[in-house]
């Protein structure tokens, strides 16, 4: 319950911070104040303008209170053909569409320009808490979500407007959640289609995996209500209360709290824009809002911010059987909408992301254009508040209004055009889908789900689930099996070589709950619950906090969901170091884990002799002057060098060899026979996915001569911090999980020596296996064409006899315990640094002069590429 109570503290101080004092000069400071207490209809009068109030019945009961104004200021009848209904978002109210004044205000401006405009209220809200037979006090009037407001209000209030206004056809405007119920309506109720001229919609929310808001960090309690069933029990969720707005008030306060929590807790929901938020425009807002809704809404909105598909309420595997045949919720079918929509959109919306808002514009039938509000900071409430909404905004609506209404062929040609301009940046689509890994993983027949996992430090991970094979309805097997990433990569590595040969898709064929990790800082997980991405404090981490906060809460979550007792644990490159921190620092988890096997495994690689070995006196350099700090991110995910790369290493553009020396071989090693060319131009498209530079220098602490330390900060803060000149050592005889390493003869970042002598530190190994291909190299586990037969088999085949034999893991350990006390020690030879320069041409071996050429590429590439 601590998770609601956190919740319901958020969104009131949400509203309330709506409602914090300011001096300012503007309309509405000088009337705010008359305007606060009074019912909508009569703030509407008393700016001048004719209103009404209107009821009526939807078709499952529910009485729907609708404001009306039916004309300007200055007329007497409206002018045009076609009634407006403005729907509001989750928790609002029609006053959303009033709020900002005569002047600003949506509704207003409409009225205005001869429009006949009625402002909805949805189901459940202060003006529409009614039904013929249900009282709000029984649990069965709250028994609703969007579906319902969108199949049954929606309609109701088309026809009855229709009927009372003599016309034949609205238009339907709606901001956030209204948005939501449009296109439930439109796809479920096709055949009113005819009656609705055209769609617009303001920061359209139906699936947001890419949602960085505040609220998805209360993503993981509404699936526990979802599943127990709680939401039916609960009924309401913050209907309106008068002493709510007090207390809220009190919180707030310009002279009674620290404002800036109020301030930044607007940011972290919906966006942060300090130039256009009036803080006066809704001072009096907390005396209509929240306007409450059903607990089970809540449920199903939070359902769109891990989905990828735009679905009915989600009960759970079992209730989802028994109402709907079926054990996933079905789908609602963008093929169904026969109705125009015009999209607009803000770059700095944190709850309809521009990403998930592409992704919509593409599946719409009948696209009426994509509209970017030309204002970088413009956010989700920027449609209703900004300061400067006429121009930015207002404007471009009325004038496509006047268009849509004044010509009847404009919507039909423009419907044609949006069509074919679509096709154009299709290609750019492809690039975002990529990105949305479970709408990948659909796409070849598998069941998918994206989760997001809170950590002890607050940070946000997005991991991607694969629950069974293409041809099961459950995982057969009792151990989840979780893939870690390595640097600089994410989630896609484990689904890039197609469903044959992809170790995810295999393992999922193989009867196992697979699960798809996004380290802290990638493209996927970077968010967090107070910090945001451009502050520096968001990126003070590296794999260490990973392994320390990352890999518990995800195992914590997955055995919490999945109600199993222990996972594997897989992983490629860093995600092995990862993984070893976490077995390090956090033992008493060992018992949540039956094994981990390591695949190019790297804790301690002073023998590499990748090309990210010529960083390291940049590393020590910035290591020694804290420069790590105030660089925050390095390489971060940016579709234009995305799309820069992919362009220059195609082979209709440029010399393919280059790339593949540069990005492929010189990093990881040369394997012509195994690279896979067309795979190497995908992932052009989504990496490098981003860490933090402090996580790269860390990584570059690996290189130095024989230990797996803690990030070294230089003598003097190291002596501040650990109390010690040097970092601590990680201490392997600490690990109680047993461990099997897969490893290639021709890997340059893994080098077989270090991993022969990493292997000797296990306290329960399992096996250190070689590939049988001298060619072997890094990526290979991931990319290469003969992947199955040289590396997946064994694999699979050995976590077959773990599942299948209970006693095998412990016989496994004592034998290859065995084996190795047998084995010639292998003798740790001091790398020839000398030559290794030699090799690389730099012809000098001062470590503590910086390469211009490597000063240059990291200053002028890696922190500013995005």
């Given at each position: 319950m601590s998770l609601k109570i956190a919740l319901v503290f958020v969104i009131l101080l949400f509203f309330s911070f709506l409602s914090a004092e300011n001096s300012s000069g503007s309309y509405l400071n000088q009337s705010v104040i008359a305007d606060a207490n009074l019912p909508t209809i009569k703030i509407i009068r008393r700016h001048g303008y004719a209103a009404e109030f209107h009821k009526f019945q939807s078709e499952d009961g529910y009485i729907l209170g609708y404001q009306r104004i039916p004309y300007g200021k200055t007329s007497t009848t409206s002018k045009k053909q076609y009634p407006v209904i403005l729907n509001h978002g989750?928790?609002?109210?029609?006053?959303?569409?009033?709020?900002?004044?005569?002047?600003?205000?949506?509704?207003?401006?409409?009225?205005?320009?001869?429009?006949?405009v009625w402002l909805a209220n949805a189901r459940g809200t202060t003006d529409s808490k009614a039904h013929i037979v249900l009282k709000p006090a029984q649990k069965k009037f709250w028994n609703f979500t969007f579906h319902e407001m969108g199949k049954y209000d929606v309609p109701a209030a088309i026809n009855y407007i229709l009927n009372v206004t003599n016309?034949?056809?609205?238009?339907?405007?709606?901001?956030?959640?209204?948005?939501?119920?449009?296109?439930?309506?439109?796809?479920?109720?096709?055949?009113?289609?005819?009656?609705?001229?055209?769609?617009?919609?303001?920061?359209?929310?139906?699936?947001?995996?890419?949602?960085?808001?505040?609220?998805?960090?209360?993503?993981?309690?509404?699936?526990?209500?979802?599943?127990?069933?709680?939401?039916?029990?609960?009924?309401?969720?913050?209907?309106?209360?008068?002493?709510?707005?007090?207390?809220?008030?009190?919180?707030?306060?310009?002279?009674?709290?620290?404002?800036?929590?109020?301030?930044q807790l607007i940011n972290l929901i919906g966006g942060r824009d300090d130039e256009q938020f009036q803080k006066e425009v809704v001072l009096f807002m907390l005396d209509n809002l929240p306007s409450g809704t059903s607990t089970k809404n809540m449920v199903h909105s939070s359902q769109l911010m891990t989905a990828d598909e735009f679905a009915e309420f989600d009960y759970g595997r079992s209730m989802n059987l028994k109402i709907y045949g079926r054990s996933i919720p079905p789908k609602y079918d963008f093929q169904q909408i026969r109705i125009p929509v015009r999209l607009y959109y803000g770059n700095n919306d944190l709850i309809a992301n521009p990403t998930d808002t592409q992704i919509?514009?593409?599946?719409?039938?009948?696209?009426?254009?994509?509209?970017?509000?030309?204002?970088?900071?413009?956010?989700?409430?920027?449609?209703?508040?900004?300061?400067?909404?006429?121009?930015?905004?207002?404007?471009?609506?009325?004038?496509?209004?006047?268009?849509?209404?004044?010509?009847?062929?404009?919507l039909e040609n423009l419907v044609e055009a949006s069509i074919k301009d679509r096709a154009k940046y299709f290609f750019v689509f492809i690039l975002i889908l990529f990105f949305l890994k479970p709408e990948i993983i659909r796409r070849y027949g598998y069941p998918a789900e994206s989760h997001i996992i809170q950590t002890e430090d607050g940070y946000l991970l997005s991991y991607h689930r694969i629950p069974h094979g293409k041809f099961d309805t459950a995982s057969k097997n009792p151990y989840p099996i979780?893939?870690?990433?390595?640097?600089?990569?994410?989630?896609?590595?484990?689904?890039?070589?197609?469903?044959?040969?992809?170790?995810?898709?295999?393992?999922?064929?193989?009867?196992?709950?697979?699960?798809?990790?996004?380290?802290?800082?990638?493209?996927?997980?970077?968010?967090?619950?107070?910090?945001?991405?451009?502050?520096?404090?968001?990126?003070?981490?590296?794999?260490?906090?990973?392994?320390?906060?990352?890999?518990?809460?995800?195992?914590?979550?997955i055995l919490d969901l999945t109600n199993k007792n222990k996972v594997i644990h897989i992983g490629h490159s860093q995600g092995n170091t990862v993984f070893y921190v976490f077995a390090v620092e956090r033992p008493e988890m060992s018992n949540k884990v039956l094994l981990h096997i390591s695949l190019a495994p790297t804790a301690m690689i002073p023998h590499t002799t990748t090309i990210f070995r010529n960083f390291l006196p940049l590393a020590k350099k910035m290591q020694a002057t804290g420069e790590w700090f105030k660089k925050g991110p390095v390489m971060e995910y940016s579709p234009a060098v995305a799309l820069l790369g992919k362009l220059v290493c195609s082979r209709l553009i440029f010399n393919f060899n280059l790339c593949e020396q540069l990005f492929i071989f010189r990093i990881t090693g040369?394997?012509?026979?195994?690279?896979?060319?067309?795979?190497?131009?995908?992932?052009?498209?989504?990496?490098?996915?981003?860490?933090?530079?402090?996580?790269?220098?860390?990584?570059?602490?690996?290189?130095?001569?024989?230990?797996?330390?803690?990030?070294?900060?230089?003598?003097?803060?190291?002596?501040?911090?650990?109390?010690?000149?040097?970092?601590?050592?990680?201490?392997?005889?600490?690990?109680?999980?047993?461990?099997?390493?897969?490893?290639?003869?021709?890997?340059?970042?893994?080098?077989?020596?270090?991993?022969?002598?990493?292997?000797?530190?296990?306290?329960?190994?399992?096996?250190?296996?070689?590939?049988?291909?001298?060619?072997?190299?890094?990526?290979?586990?991931?990319?290469?064409?003969?992947?199955?037969?040289?590396?997946?088999?064994?694999?699979?085949?050995?976590?077959?006899?773990?599942?299948e034999d209970k006693q095998f893991v412990k016989i496994a350990t004592l034998k290859a315990l065995e084996e190795r006390r047998k084995a010639p020690v292998p003798v740790d030879i001091p790398f020839d640094e000398e030559a290794y320069k030699a090799s690389q041409g730099s012809g000098s071996v001062n470590e503590t002069v910086v390469p211009t050429y490597l000063q240059e590429m990291i200053e002028n590439r890696l922190w500013h590429m995005a």
């Amino acid at each position: 319950m601590s998770l609601k109570i956190a919740l319901v503290f958020v969104i009131l101080l949400f509203f309330s911070f709506l409602s914090a004092e300011n001096s300012s000069g503007s309309y509405l400071n000088q009337s705010v104040i008359a305007d606060a207490n009074l019912p909508t209809i009569k703030i509407i009068r008393r700016h001048g303008y004719a209103a009404e109030f209107h009821k009526f019945q939807s078709e499952d009961g529910y009485i729907l209170g609708y404001q009306r104004i039916p004309y300007g200021k200055t007329s007497t009848t409206s002018k045009k053909q076609y009634p407006v209904i403005l729907n509001h978002g989750l928790l609002s109210s029609s006053v959303d569409w009033i709020v900002n004044g005569p002047q600003k205000s949506l509704a207003y401006r409409l009225a205005d320009e001869g429009f006949d405009v009625w402002l909805a209220n949805a189901r459940g809200t202060t003006d529409s808490k009614a039904h013929i037979v249900l009282k709000p006090a029984q649990k069965k009037f709250w028994n609703f979500t969007f579906h319902e407001m969108g199949k049954y209000d929606v309609p109701a209030a088309i026809n009855y407007i229709l009927n009372v206004t003599n016309k034949d056809k609205v238009i339907h405007i709606s901001h956030s959640q209204g948005t939501s119920i449009f296109y439930v309506f439109a796809t479920t109720r096709p055949e009113m289609s005819d009656k609705v001229l055209v769609h617009l919609s303001f920061g359209p929310v139906t699936m947001i995996p890419h949602t960085k808001s505040l609220f998805k960090v209360f993503v993981s309690w509404m699936k526990r209500i979802q599943l127990s069933g709680e939401w039916y029990r609960i009924g309401s969720f913050l209907e309106y209360s008068p002493a709510i707005a007090s207390i809220s008030k009190f919180i707030c306060g310009q002279n009674r709290s620290p404002y800036n929590l109020c301030e930044q807790l607007i940011n972290l929901i919906g966006g942060r824009d300090d130039e256009q938020f009036q803080k006066e425009v809704v001072l009096f807002m907390l005396d209509n809002l929240p306007s409450g809704t059903s607990t089970k809404n809540m449920v199903h909105s939070s359902q769109l911010m891990t989905a990828d598909e735009f679905a009915e309420f989600d009960y759970g595997r079992s209730m989802n059987l028994k109402i709907y045949g079926r054990s996933i919720p079905p789908k609602y079918d963008f093929q169904q909408i026969r109705i125009p929509v015009r999209l607009y959109y803000g770059n700095n919306d944190l709850i309809a992301n521009p990403t998930d808002t592409q992704i919509l514009y593409q599946k719409l039938p009948k696209p009426a254009g994509c509209v970017l509000v030309p204002y970088k900071k413009w956010n989700h409430v920027d449609f209703l508040w900004a300061k400067d909404v006429n121009p930015l905004f207002n404007d471009e609506v009325l004038q496509f209004l006047h268009n849509a209404t004044m010509n009847e062929d404009f919507l039909e040609n423009l419907v044609e055009a949006s069509i074919k301009d679509r096709a154009k940046y299709f290609f750019v689509f492809i690039l975002i889908l990529f990105f949305l890994k479970p709408e990948i993983i659909r796409r070849y027949g598998y069941p998918a789900e994206s989760h997001i996992i809170q950590t002890e430090d607050g940070y946000l991970l997005s991991y991607h689930r694969i629950p069974h094979g293409k041809f099961d309805t459950a995982s057969k097997n009792p151990y989840p099996i979780i893939l870690h990433h390595g640097l600089l990569s994410c989630s896609a590595d484990w689904i890039i070589n197609g469903p044959e040969k992809s170790l995810a898709y295999r393992l999922a064929d193989e009867g196992y709950d697979v699960w798809l990790a996004n380290s802290r800082g990638s493209t996927e997980s970077k968010a967090h619950v107070s910090l945001i991405p451009s502050q520096r404090e968001f990126w003070n981490f590296s794999f260490h906090e990973m392994g320390k906060y990352d890999v518990p809460g995800a195992i914590n979550y997955i055995l919490d969901l999945t109600n199993k007792n222990k996972v594997i644990h897989i992983g490629h490159s860093q995600g092995n170091t990862v993984f070893y921190v976490f077995a390090v620092e956090r033992p008493e988890m060992s018992n949540k884990v039956l094994l981990h096997i390591s695949l190019a495994p790297t804790a301690m690689i002073p023998h590499t002799t990748t090309i990210f070995r010529n960083f390291l006196p940049l590393a020590k350099k910035m290591q020694a002057t804290g420069e790590w700090f105030k660089k925050g991110p390095v390489m971060e995910y940016s579709p234009a060098v995305a799309l820069l790369g992919k362009l220059v290493c195609s082979r209709l553009i440029f010399n393919f060899n280059l790339c593949e020396q540069l990005f492929i071989f010189r990093i990881t090693g040369r394997d012509d026979e195994q690279f896979h060319t067309d795979l190497f131009t995908i992932m052009l498209t989504k990496m490098p996915a981003g860490t933090s530079t402090k996580n790269m220098i860390h990584s570059g602490q690996l290189i130095s001569p024989g230990h797996f330390d803690q990030f070294d900060y230089g003598e003097e803060q190291n002596l501040i911090i650990y109390n010690q000149a040097t970092p601590p050592h990680y201490d392997f005889s600490r690990i109680r999980i047993p461990i099997r390493f897969y490893h290639g003869d021709n890997d340059i970042i893994a080098n077989p020596l270090d991993t022969q002598l990493l292997y000797q530190k296990l306290p329960k190994p399992m096996g250190c296996i070689r590939i049988p291909f001298e060619k072997w190299n890094h990526v290979d586990f991931l990319w290469a064409k003969d992947v199955n037969q040289l590396f997946n088999e064994d694999l699979l085949q050995f976590l077959r006899n773990v599942t299948e034999d209970k006693q095998f893991v412990k016989i496994a350990t004592l034998k290859a315990l065995e084996e190795r006390r047998k084995a010639p020690v292998p003798v740790d030879i001091p790398f020839d640094e000398e030559a290794y320069k030699a090799s690389q041409g730099s012809g000098s071996v001062n470590e503590t002069v910086v390469p211009t050429y490597l000063q240059e590429m990291i200053e002028n590439r890696l922190w500013h590429m995005a």
